[in-house]
């Protein structure tokens, strides 16, 4: 019974002994594990972000000293390109930006016209009736006038186109015209003036000289 008793104590004890050569082999193994830890793949990792941070901000461009290879902005026009101006319309057309008020003119054998002389050349009131006259227009006698300075035309309301056409006629060309006046100018009356509808007052210049 003694001899039992001693062999499981001995087997106790062998049984105590693997359980502690067991922690000791599983410490060493931890030992073991924790010594060889290696903070490299941590650094590992790290890598691949900063990689990635890299590819995702493109390094500058670098600029060549002589400006070749840059990105030419497409708004920029090169300083040395010519820049035309844009052409005249008006010019290339060859037409008038206004053209001019055409004159309506009246049936001349329907318009009276009076011409009285204020200038000391004879006969001109005369020679001027003779050439209107002559053109269709229904002339008043002739008429002396006070002193003029220069050769005018006046018409009644309504009659300004017909003054002008007079005008040209005679080679006045745009007058000076003017609205008749009451009374009339050049001391002519309202009896002489009858029923005219312009009044040509001749003034020392080329219509005294004109001969019609």
Same mark, same amino acid.
């Given at each position: ?50 990689? *990635? ?5 493109? @390094? ?11 990105? *030419? !902005?497409?708004?920029?026009?090169? *300083? ?11 010019? #290339? ?5 206004? @053209? /001019? ?5 009246? !049936? ?41 300075? #220069? ?31 009451? /009374? ?19 003034? @020392? !210049? ?7």
């Amino acid at each position: 019974m003694e001899s039992n008793r001693a062999t499981n104590n001995q087997m106790a004890l062998k049984g105590v002994v693997l359980v502690l050569a067991l922690i000791a082999a599983g410490a060493f193994v931890l030992a073991r594990g924790l010594d060889d830890d290696d903070p490299a793949p941590a650094a590992a990792e790290a890598t691949p972000t900063a990689t *990635a941070d890299a590819a995702a901000t493109p @390094p500058p461009a670098e600029t060549p000293a002589n400006g070749e290879g840059a990105e *030419a !902005d497409p708004t920029a026009v090169p *300083a040395t390109e010519n820049t035309a101006a844009a052409p005249d319309e008006s010019a #290339s057309s060859g037409t008038s930006a206004e @053209p /001019p008020d055409e004159v309506q003119c009246r !049936d001349p054998s329907t318009i009276s016209v009076l011409v009285a002389n204020g200038t000391d050349v004879s006969g001109a009131a005369g020679r001027l009736s003779g050439e209107l006259n002559a053109a269709n227009y229904v002339t008043q006698a002739p008429r002396n006038a006070t002193p003029q300075t #220069s050769s005018a035309f006046y018409y009644r309301a309504g009659y300004e186109d017909d003054a002008q056409c007079i005008a040209n006629l005679l080679g006045a060309g745009a007058g000076p015209l003017f609205v008749m006046s009451d /009374p009339p100018p050049g001391g002519i009356s309202l009896e002489n003036l009858g029923n005219a509808y312009v009044l040509v007052l001749i003034g @020392p !210049d080329s219509l005294a000289q004109r001969t019609g």
